[in-house]
């Protein structure tokens, strides 16, 4: 049984660099949630899916950033024009469909903007 | 809105120490109440819950009781082991499904 799994783990770029994280869940898991973790601080949510179909977003998710989970499965979190001020952990997470079930953790990936 | 409180770290002990991490917590309704933890090089994983007042949570030995009256949800553990280095994490949830985190409390212990 495979966990949440995030690509890449680390990711460096220049200011101004479009980048793009996949996540992928646990397989019967229909429910997907991208979370944004800064040095020192707890977990920020962003945005969740209910299978493909995206269902709260965070006022923190500006317009430079999108996400998409196109058949239900894998997600993908896209950030243009990156910002010194968006390098932080980039956490996904996934879990069955109603609310009270737990949600299981992906490693994260690790942006950093020079 | 929705707030997570939780005491300033780090916090180091020794082998065998009683363990306190203090968590208060800020919500609308009646929330749902987590202790995550985060070990090194690991992601977030569940150490345990409480879904209404009064329960009581538990797992490994660590242990947290949701008291409304004060609302808190305070980790204990009664011996703690090298192991549990980590970083632990209080959060909520009230309606819908996203969780609200503290800031977390780095839990080092020494041999």
């Known amino acids: 049984d495979t966990g949440v799994s995030q690509d890449p783990r680390h990711k460096i770029t220049k200011r101004g660099q479009n980048v793009t994280f996949r996540c992928d869940p646990i397989s019967e898991h229909n429910r997907l949630y991208w979370y944004r973790q800064t040095l020192g601080q707890g977990p920020e949510f962003l945005t969740y899916f209910q299978n493909e179909a995206q269902l709260e977003k965070s006022r923190l998710l500006s317009d430079r950033f999108s996400a998409e989970r196109p058949k239900g499965s894998f997600s993908t979190l896209e950030i243009q024009r990156t910002e010194q001020g968006d390098s932080a952990m980039y956490l996904c997470?996934?879990?069955?469909?109603?609310?009270?079930?737990?949600?299981?953790f992906g490693p994260g990936t690790r942006l950093t903007v020079t | 809105g929705d707030s997570v409180t939780q005491m300033e770290g780090p916090v180091t002990l020794s082998e065998e120490a009683f363990l306190t991490i203090n968590c208060t917590y800020t919500a609308t309704g009646y929330p749902s109440l987590f202790w995550y933890v985060q070990y090194p090089g690991e992601g977030l994983q569940l150490l345990l819950k409480a879904t209404k007042a009064d329960d009581k949570g538990s797992n490994k030995g660590f242990e947290a009781t949701y008291r409304k009256e004060t609302t808190s949800f305070h980790l204990e553990k009664g011996s703690v082991q090298v192991s549990d280095s980590a970083v632990y994490f209080c959060a909520l949830r009230t309606s819908g499904s996203r969780l609200t985190f503290g800031e977390g409390t780095q839990l080092t212990v020494n041999p």
């Open positions: 997470a996934s879990s069955l469909g109603q609310s009270s079930y737990e949600q299981y």
